[in-house]
C-alpha cells in the first residue's frame, strides 16, 4: 500500500498547482428552483428519517445486513485485499459515526478510545472529518489538528498547513462555496430562534453555512406544528431549500453542494481527482451521507461504509452498527497497514 500523506500537505499549497478556493467556486452551481424549497409530505419524511430500532440479534439475522450490506468488519479481508498498491484516503462523518447520537447535540463528545483512532488513521492516511455541523464546532469535538475539517455539508472545508498546527490558525482555507449567504443564514437563524421557542424540545443550531432545526426531544405530536413553522419562515427566503437527516431539518443554501461534492474536492485537491491508485472510504450514518455514497458507487471507486442498526436504503456498500464498530474497523485497518508496510 503507498503513503503520500505526508506530501499532501505540500500538494495543497504548491504554487504549481491549481488554487483549490478557485475550483470550488467554479464547482458551485444553482441547486433547484425556489418552488422546490417547500415539501408537502414533510411530516412523511419525518417519521421516515426516525425509524423504530431493532436489536442487535435482529440487525444480524436480517437479509439486509447479512447479503445487501454486509459488515466491513466481516468482510474485511476483501476491504483490504482492494487497497492493495492503493493509497486510502478516509472520510468519517461525526455523529452516530464517531460519536453517539444523543439528545443534546452540545454534548455529542467522542471517547477518549475513538479520538486515539482516528488519530492512528490520520498517520496512515489523509483523514477528513465531513460533517453537517459547523466546521468549529466539531473541531472542539475532535480534537486533532492534522486532519482535514469539512463543515456545513462540506460548505466550510479546511486542511492544515504541513509543520503547523490547525488550532492556532495555520491553516488552508480550501472551500467556502456560500459565503454570501452567511447574513441570510444569520437572519434566518434568528427568526427560527422565535418560531420554534414555544415547541418543547425544539433545538435551532447555527452551523455557521447552513442551519440545523433539531426534533430529536420534541413530541412527535408536535412534529408537525414544528415543520409547518420552518416552512413558514422559509417562505421569505426562496435563496434557501430545506433539507432532512436524522431527527433533523436543515436549512441550506439552493448552491449544488453537498457532502458528496465535498467528497469529490477533497480528492482533486489531494492530487487524486483522475487516479486509479487512490481508494477512497467514507463512513457516515446519515442520509446526508448518502451524496457521497453515490458519488463512490459513481466513480466506482472506493467503499460507502453505513452506521446503522436498521434496515434502510443506501448506495453504501457495506454497513456497521454503531461508533464501537466503527473504532473496531478504524483499529483493524491501522493495524494491517503496520504490518503490511513491515513486510
Known sequence: MTNTHNNVAVVLSSDK?????????DLVAIAVPA?????????????DSSPTQTSSEDYYNNSWA?????SALRMFDRIAEASKGKQIVMFLDYDGTLSPIVEDPDKAFMTKEMREAVRDVAKHFPTAIVTGRCRSKVYKFVKLS??????SHGMDIKGPVKGHNYERGNTCILCQPATEFLPMIDEVYKAL???TKSIPGAKVENNKFCLSVHYRCVEEKNWNELGE??????KGYPELRL?????????????????????EFLLESLGYANSDDVLPVYIGDDRTDEDAFKVLR?????FGILVSRIPKETSASYSLQEPSEVMQFLRRLVEWTTKSDLS
Not at 498547482?17 to 467556486?25: A, F, G, N, Q
Not at 447479512?66 to 454486509?70: D, G, N, T, V
Not at 459513481?298 to 472506493?302: A, L, N, Y
Open 229 to 234: 413553522q420552518v416552512k413558514s419562515v422559509l
Open 146 to 151: 492534522e486532519l482535514y475539517y469539512a463543515g
Open 193 to 195: 430562534l422565535g418560531k
Open 298 to 302: 459513481q466513480r466506482r471507486q472506493g
Open 35 to 47: 418552488t422546490a424549497v417547500l415539501d408537502p409530505t414533510l411530516l412523511d419524511t419525518m417519521r
Open 17 to 25: 498547482k491549481p488554487d483549490p478556493r478557485r475550483r470550488c467556486l
Open 66 to 70: 447479512q447479503l445487501r450490506y454486509p
Open 243 to 263: 433539507c432532512q437527516g436524522r431527527k433533523v431539518l436543515e436549512v441550506r443554501p439552493i448552491i449544488k453542494w453537498d457532502k458528496g461534492k465535498a467528497l
